[in-house]
């Protein structure tokens, strides 16, 4: 009986340490900080903050990678790569909106929520994907795929696919955006009908805050509305349409909905520039002219350090904890760093596979906690289940199935796991005789890495041999219990005879690094 409510319960926790690390979180952190406001007050400012910096600043969205589609919406004729006509398109494979979807409704929510996202943002570009292409984004066989897409089909989601069936295409009725309001305005519970459409919380009140506005600004030019609240004018015309009819059912619904209300954006003012931002700074969340100055400074800084990650097409930019933080601390308190990660790669095209997708998986997965480790930062399993879209058991289950593989991630780095972390491989194939270059070839890891592996367990080793219990080691060196042992073990390995000289190597190590005084 407990086990489902322990289940909910890591899902949560989960979720809050991906949530910690996002920008859309560091912004509220922001925001609260400097203007001391309520957290209600601060998500609200905060959602307008990060629209105005991906709709203006930043070049590309951290989780968003340029991909080739399919050239034209209605092209639904299944032929292969080489006879279809391509435009490049910019798609969001991750998003903070698929944290928040975990979170509420489970990883299978964060799945439909994606994979519908990416097929919207390709139409929005007059472009379409075909399952070969959402098999290379989306790590899942076609089965998998067809199964998710069918449940949106049967509600009457417009997601078009290439090359699919003729009756799947009649199913389709709207974008999700023109049925959510539909049927909440139909007296849908919310709740129900963003978890069947798989819509987060920050993107309904997007789509609502958005169709208030049209509601409030009829009057004004379809293409200015479209412009002013960044969506596409097709949606905009099924938002009137279902305004209409209801408003014919129900003359009272605008009141009762508070729909008659004084608008809350007037045309010319929103997030489509900076003088238009900082009027709303000004209207909406109370800035004084001096502070709005300021914001919009440390907004240009921060986008500008975001742009400064070079990156290919297929990557994207991820925050992750710094390698050097040890166990046990709190994630506020640790440093984060932006890695560039390759999310796609050609090699992924050709692992791609519509029956299986164990190895695309297992290759994504190696090649996003092998990046993120070589620019100084570690992913642990819940980043790479939000970054593949798996489960955290998924994850466990691909690193079970390679025990061969030394997965550098956060709870192998830091030894917080009990398997045999990739340092003890590190010190056992120096004690052998191997070079730091033999090492490096063996293990992947860089110079810097393996040097600092080699040289806590140096410093370990001092420590010990000068009589210094565990607990007195782990404190002096802020690492956790658990690396402290695991040393112990190796030193107590390595004290015979037979590795002598390479001890009194060790020994010289931790003589020319000494551990500071605490």
Not at 136 to 161: D, E, K, M, N, Y
Not at 280 to 303: I, M
Not at 394 to 416: C, N, W
């Amino acid at each position: 009986m407990g086990r489902p409510a322990f289940f909910r319960q890591r899902i949560l926790t989960q979720a809050a340490s991906l949530e910690a690390k996002g920008l859309f979180n560091y912004l509220v952190s922001e925001i609260r900080t400097r203007r001391e406001v309520a957290l209600e007050e601060a998500v609200l400012a905060a959602r307008d903050v990060l629209e105005y910096l991906e709709r203006n600043l930043l070049t590309r969205t951290l989780g968003q990678i340029v991909f080739p589609a399919i050239s034209g919406r209605e092209n639904h004729q299944k032929r292969s790569r080489s006879n279809q006509p391509e435009k490049l398109v910019s798609l969001t494979v991750v998003a903070e909106e698929d944290i928040e979807l975990m979170a509420e409704f489970g990883t299978v929510a964060l799945q439909r929520g994606r994979l519908a996202r990416l097929l919207e943002e390709a139409y929005a570009q007059d472009a379409i994907l075909d399952t070969p292409r959402l098999c290379v984004l989306f790590p899942q066989t076609h089965r998998g795929i067809r199964a998710i897409l069918q449940s949106f089909w049967q509600q009457g989601v417009l997601l078009p696919v290439a090359g699919m069936k003729k009756e799947n295409r009649q199913l389709m009725q709207n974008l999700r955006a023109a049925l959510a309001i539909d049927r909440y305005l139909s007296g849908e519970d919310l709740t129900s009908l963003r978890k069947n459409l798989a819509i987060s919380t920050g993107r309904w009140q997007r789509w609502w805050q958005g169709f208030k506005e049209l509601v409030q600004n009829r009057d004004q030019p379809l293409a200015e509305l479209a412009r002013l609240l960044r969506e596409p004018p097709e949606l905009l015309e099924a938002w009137q349409e279902i305004w209409n009819r209801h408003r014919e059912k129900d003359p009272g619904i605008a009141t009762r909905l508070g729909l008659d209300q004084e608008a809350l954006r007037q045309p010319g003012t929103g997030t489509g520039s900076r003088q238009a931002f900082a009027e709303l700074l000004r209207r909406r969340h109370g800035y004084s002219p001096a502070a709005v100055e300021q914001f919009l400074d440390e907004l240009a800084e921060l986008a500008s350090r975001l742009n400064r990650q070079e990156r290919a097409p297929g990557a994207i930019v991820y925050q992750a904890v710094s390698d050097r933080e040890p166990a046990g601390k709190k994630l506020s308190q640790c440093e984060l760093k932006a890695v560039v990660l390759d999310y796609v790669t050609p090699e992924d095209w050709e692992l791609a596979n519509r029956d299986n997708a164990e190895a695309l998986k297992w290759t994504r997965l190696l090649r996003l906690a092998t990046q993120a480790r070589s620019q100084g930062a570690t992913l642990n399993q819940p980043d790479l289940a939000l970054l593949l879209g798996l489960s955290t058991k998924s994850v466990q289950t691909l690193l079970k199935e390679h025990p061969g593989v030394v997965v550098p991630t956060r709870g192998m780095v830091a030894d917080m796991g009990p398997a045999l972390s990739h340092a003890d491989k590190i010190i056992r194939l120096y004690m052998d005789g191997y070079t730091e270059t033999e090492i490096v070839r063996r293990t992947g890891h860089s110079y810097e890495a393996i040097e600092n592996y080699l040289l806590d367990f140096a410093r370990v080793t001092y420590l010990l041999e000068r009589g210094l219990p565990v607990p007195a080691i782990r404190k002096v060196l802020g690492c956790s219990r658990r690396l402290v042992e695991k040393h112990v073990n190796l030193y107590r390995e390595f004290s015979g005879p037979d590795y002598a000289f390479m001890m009194a190597k060790v020994r010289r190590l931790a003589e020319a690094h000494p551990v500071k005084k605490n």
